[in-house]
């Protein structure tokens, strides 16, 4: 029996590339997972080898691809989703990298950023991009490979090299070198679009010292992007679908509607709230972006990071040993009344949004000789719902207020944490069934190109949801907690050793 219109979704991350085949009715038929290495050269900086991406890349969708012909699929197309920010700069000629990838997470353009702060340019990157000056994002990462990378200055300046994303550099290493493209979304995170009139800006070229010659071409989310040559993984398929991962996640949870919006909790937290055709400019450091473009249509959406989510419980795990699995998280969490007092503010690396305290440090108050383990292990829980709740009054604050909260990602397979989350936010929360939201949206997207689904609203109809949790905290003890959380976070921000 053969099973028809199949889309193959390259889902790149940041640890590692998976490839996962969909039905069209979103049953994963094949799925296989490669993790590549993480290089640490200095402090603070973070890469990756573009080499090591590209097989792990091929040796993935190979092994689906088999898997999936041995279970009767018939592809169709290709959807490509991944870890956005992350910046390539290759040869034209060659196709190879002239210095390795460096991953959004690599602070070591912090200096640049502070001194175009320092020169007042600020405002208008924030008018245009809808971002904040931060190495985070692609653009200063650019000019620090051309800065430093012997005659790479010159080589762009004849217009030999090319820059992109990981989507534009796996693109461009599937067609053969046919096509350099990146997708709306990903253009959006570099610090070097306009998001108003989705074109690359040349004032903010000329700001970042990055030549235009470089650049890929900017598509929809749903686009032709080409087609792979035999040599990427032995076959020829159209690649017709592509976002950056939280974009994608978004569009596998159908947040196509005004309002809604979706969490993922894995090692951080990231919301993102479509805010359909408005531009919303935050008061409160969250960040505006393109949501995605599909068949001609902008959405914008407002985002939120937690920089620690899921990594406060490796941390109880790994560095003080309370737990032995994550999964202990939720009977411990549920064997105890009340969190007796404690809370948690995990700032291992800052707070970001709304307080954006890059110099903040983690603390933990309210400690007593009665606190144990499960009252920490409940506080560590509650703090990535209270940090939830911050970003949604934020957003609130803005002016969008969502009714329902759609979660995705590792931490979510925790009821309690659900359940905890519906109270405190008082709004419904959903889990869908399928859990690969970010791998399903880029298979949608191609999906969509192909034509096997003609629109974002039959999507939605056929989107399931595995478990609602609706709001049932009693509010004396929700506003306990929450003047507790504000008191902690007071405090942490406060602090200064
Ligand atoms: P990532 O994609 O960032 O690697 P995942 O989505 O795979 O993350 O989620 C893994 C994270 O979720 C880990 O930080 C882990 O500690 C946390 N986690 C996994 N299962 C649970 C659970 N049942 N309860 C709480 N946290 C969990």
Same mark, same amino acid.
């Given at each position: 029996?053969?099973?028809?219109? $199949?889309?193959?979704?390259?889902?790149?991350?940041?640890?590692?590339?998976?490839?996962?085949?969909?039905? *069209?009715?979103?049953?994963?038929?094949?799925?296989?997972?490669?993790?590549?290495?993480?290089?640490? *050269?200095?402090?603070?900086?973070?890469?990756?080898?573009?080499?090591?991406?590209?097989?792990?890349?091929?040796?993935?969708?190979?092994?689906? %691809?088999?898997?999936?012909?041995?279970?009767?699929?018939?592809?169709?197309?290709?959807?490509?989703?991944?870890?956005?920010?992350?910046?390539?700069?290759?040869? @034209?000629?060659?196709?190879?990298?002239?210095?390795?990838?460096?991953?959004?997470?690599?602070?070591?353009?912090?200096?640049?950023?502070?001194?175009?702060?320092?020169?007042?340019?600020?405002?208008?990157?924030?008018?245009?991009?809808?971002?904040? %000056?931060?190495?985070?994002?692609?653009?200063?990462?650019?000019?620090?490979?051309?800065?430093?990378? @012997?005659?790479?200055?010159?080589?762009?300046?004849?217009?030999? %090299?090319?820059?992109?994303? &990981?989507?534009?550099?796996? &693109?461009?290493?599937?067609?053969?070198?046919?096509?350099?493209?990146?997708?709306?979304?990903?253009?959006?995170?570099?610090?070097?679009?306009?998001?108003?009139?989705?074109?690359?800006?040349?004032?903010?070229?000329?700001?970042?010292?990055?030549?235009?010659?470089?650049?890929?071409?900017?598509?929809? $989310?749903?686009?032709?992007?080409?087609?792979?040559?035999?040599?990427?993984?032995?076959?020829?398929?159209?690649?017709? !679908?592509?976002?950056?991962?939280?974009?994608?996640?978004?569009?596998?949870? $159908?947040?196509?509607?005004?309002?809604?919006?979706?969490?993922?909790?894995?090692?951080?937290?990231?919301?993102?709230?479509?805010?359909?055709?408005?531009?919303?400019?935050?008061?409160?450091?969250?960040?505006?972006?393109?949501?995605?473009?599909?068949?001609? @249509?902008?959405?914008?959406?407002?985002?939120?990071?937690?920089?620690?989510?899921?990594?406060?419980?490796? +941390?109880?795990?790994?560095?003080?040993?309370?737990?032995?699995?994550?999964?202990?998280?939720?009977?411990?969490?549920?064997?105890?009344?009340?969190?007796?007092?404690?809370?948690?503010?995990?700032?291992?690396?800052?707070?970001?949004?709304?307080?954006?305290?890059? #110099?903040?440090?983690?603390?933990?108050?309210?400690?007593?000789?009665?606190?144990?383990?499960?009252?920490?292990?409940?506080?560590?829980?509650?703090?990535? $719902?209270?940090?939830?709740?911050?970003?949604?009054?934020?957003?609130?604050?803005?002016?969008?207020?969502?009714?329902?909260?759609?979660? #995705?990602?590792?931490?979510?397979?925790?009821? +309690?944490?659900?359940?905890?989350?519906?109270?405190?936010?008082?709004?419904?929360?959903?889990?869908?069934?399928?859990?690969?939201?970010?791998? %399903?949206?880029?298979?949608?997207?191609?999906?969509?190109?192909?034509?096997?689904?003609?629109?974002?609203?039959?999507?939605?109809?056929?989107?399931? &949801?595995?478990?609602?949790?609706? *709001?049932?905290?009693?509010?004396?003890?929700?506003?306990?907690?929450?003047?507790?959380?504000?008191?902690?976070?007071?405090?942490?921000? !406060?602090?200064?050793?």
């Amino acid at each position: 029996m053969s099973i028809e219109n $199949c889309i193959l979704s390259i889902d790149q991350g940041t640890t590692s590339s998976r490839a996962i085949v969909f039905s *069209p009715d979103s049953t994963i038929i094949a799925i296989a997972q490669q993790e590549f290495e993480q290089h640490y *050269p200095n402090d603070g900086w973070v890469e990756h080898d573009p080499e090591d991406i590209w097989a792990s890349i091929q040796n993935v969708c190979k092994q689906a %691809l088999e898997e999936a012909k041995n279970k009767g699929a018939n592809i169709v197309a290709i959807g490509i989703t991944n870890q956005r920010e992350t910046t390539v700069v290759w040869d @034209k000629k060659t196709g190879k990298a002239i210095y390795k990838a460096i991953v959004w997470q690599d602070r070591r353009t912090a200096p640049q950023c502070r001194e175009l702060k320092q020169q007042g340019h600020l405002n208008t990157i924030r008018s245009r991009t809808g971002l904040l %000056l931060d190495p985070y994002f692609s653009a200063t990462k650019v000019s620090w490979i051309l800065d430093n990378v @012997k005659g790479a200055r010159q080589k762009a300046n004849a217009g030999e %090299l090319a820059f992109g994303t &990981i989507d534009s550099f796996l &693109i461009w290493r599937l067609t053969g070198g046919k096509v350099h493209a990146t997708d709306v979304t990903n253009a959006s995170r570099t610090n070097l679009f306009n998001i108003h009139t989705l074109n690359w800006d040349q004032e903010l070229l000329k700001l970042f010292d990055v030549p235009a010659s470089l650049l890929p071409n900017v598509k929809e $989310c749903t686009d032709d992007y080409g087609i792979t040559c035999p040599s990427a993984f032995g076959a020829t398929l159209p690649i017709l !679908g592509v976002a950056g991962d939280q974009h994608a996640a978004s569009i596998g949870q $159908c947040c196509f509607q005004k309002g809604a919006i979706k969490s993922t909790y894995g090692t951080g937290g990231f919301l993102m709230l479509n805010t359909a055709e408005q531009i919303l400019e935050s008061k409160n450091n969250l960040l505006t972006t393109v949501a995605y473009t599909i068949k001609g @249509k902008t959405h914008y959406a407002l985002e939120g990071s937690i920089f620690v989510a899921g990594a406060a419980i490796q +941390w109880l795990r790994d560095e003080l040993n309370l737990i032995e699995h994550a999964f202990e998280t939720e009977s411990l969490a549920q064997s105890v009344e009340d969190n007796h007092g404690v809370y948690f503010v995990p700032a291992f690396a800052g707070l970001g949004a709304p307080y954006w305290e890059p #110099d903040a440090r983690g603390a933990i108050y309210g400690l007593t000789r009665g606190t144990t383990i499960a009252h920490l292990v409940r506080a560590a829980l509650e703090s990535v $719902c209270l940090q939830t709740f911050d970003l949604l009054k934020a957003m609130a604050e803005d002016g969008v207020n969502p009714q329902q909260l759609r979660v #995705d990602g590792g931490m979510v397979a925790n009821n +309690w944490i659900c359940q905890f989350l519906a109270g405190i936010l008082e709004i419904e929360v959903e889990r869908p069934k399928i859990m690969e939201t970010t791998a %399903l949206g880029a298979a949608y997207l191609a999906g969509l190109q192909a034509g096997i689904y003609q629109s974002t609203q039959e999507l939605t109809l056929m989107n399931q &949801i595995e478990s609602k949790f609706k *709001p049932q905290m009693p509010p004396k003890i929700r506003q306990q907690r929450l003047k507790g959380w504000s008191a902690a976070i007071q405090s942490t921000l !406060g602090f200064n050793a």
